[in-house]
């Protein structure tokens, strides 16, 4: 089966621009989660969708950050604007229901703010 | 809330040996679950091993096997017969059990360098 793909794979922009990174589960996963690591740090949980609805989005930094999630299917999650503070690796993972067997996880999106 | 501390920021190990991977949590709860994720050098971090905490017995998968002390609250991933392609970030990652979303909370992750 195809893994979870994420693109770009990195991305590099001008801080006060608008980025959207994109994020195709694997077909039939109804969960998908947003992950982040920045600067070395700890990989953090950003926000849970279950199909199309947000289940948990309590680790979204601010609102400058939306996540979708079209049909169920797949996920954007757009910043804007980008601030410096925003530079990482935005992961993506998806899973059946539960969840507790493990996550498949995409590559990785490395998002540099200059 | 749940922490998960990696004390060991980078390893090292000579090709076929053996290395241990330290790994400590701090939670209140009784039924989770541990993990240990890997990430190679620009590639997707995939599962390497999954521990019930309600189970007694050590998970186990091939070269790569766990110490799960509950009480001590550890989770070490011993590499055994190490490999070059074991190179990689490793990360220990909890969730607890019931938990509708099933969230993450991950270490920093060691860094593991297999030398030839």
């Known amino acids: 089966e195809a893994g979870v793909t994420q693109f770009p794979s990195h991305s590099v922009i001008e801080k006060g621009q608008t980025v959207t990174l994109r994020c195709d589960p694997i077909?039939?996963?109804?969960?998908l989660y947003w992950y982040r690591r920045v600067m070395g740090k700890e990989i953090k949980f950003l926000l849970h969708f279950v199909k199309e609805s947000k289940q948990d989005e309590s680790g979204m930094p601010n609102n400058r950050f939306l996540a979708e999630r079209t049909g169920g299917t797949y996920s954007t999650l757009k910043v804007q604007p980008a601030e410096l503070e925003d530079s990482g690796v935005y992961f993506c993972?998806?899973?059946?229901?539960?969840?507790?067997?493990?996550?498949?996880f995409g590559s990785g999106t490395r998002l540099t703010v200059v | 809330a749940q922490t998960v501390t990696q004390s060991q920021p980078e390893m090292s190990v000579q090709e076929a040996e053996t290395v241990t991977l330290s790994c400590t949590y701090d939670t209140s709860e009784n039924n989770y679950y541990l993990f240990w994720y890997k990430q190679p050098p620009s590639r997707q971090m995939i599962l390497v091993i999954r521990?019930?905490?309600?189970?007694?017995q050590n998970a186990t998968e091939n070269r790569f096997s766990v110490n799960f002390q509950k009480a001590a609250k550890s989770f070490s991933l011993k590499i055994s017969d190490s490999q070059l392609g074991d190179t990689a970030m490793y990360f220990c990652a909890f969730m607890k059990h019931g938990d509708a979303g099933n969230m993450l909370t991950f270490g920093g992750g060691t860094r593991l360098m297999v030398k030839p």
């Open positions: 077909s039939g996963h109804d969960n």
């Open positions: 521990q019930e905490a309600y189970k007694q």
């Open positions: 993972a998806s899973s059946q229901r539960p969840a507790n067997y493990g996550y498949t």
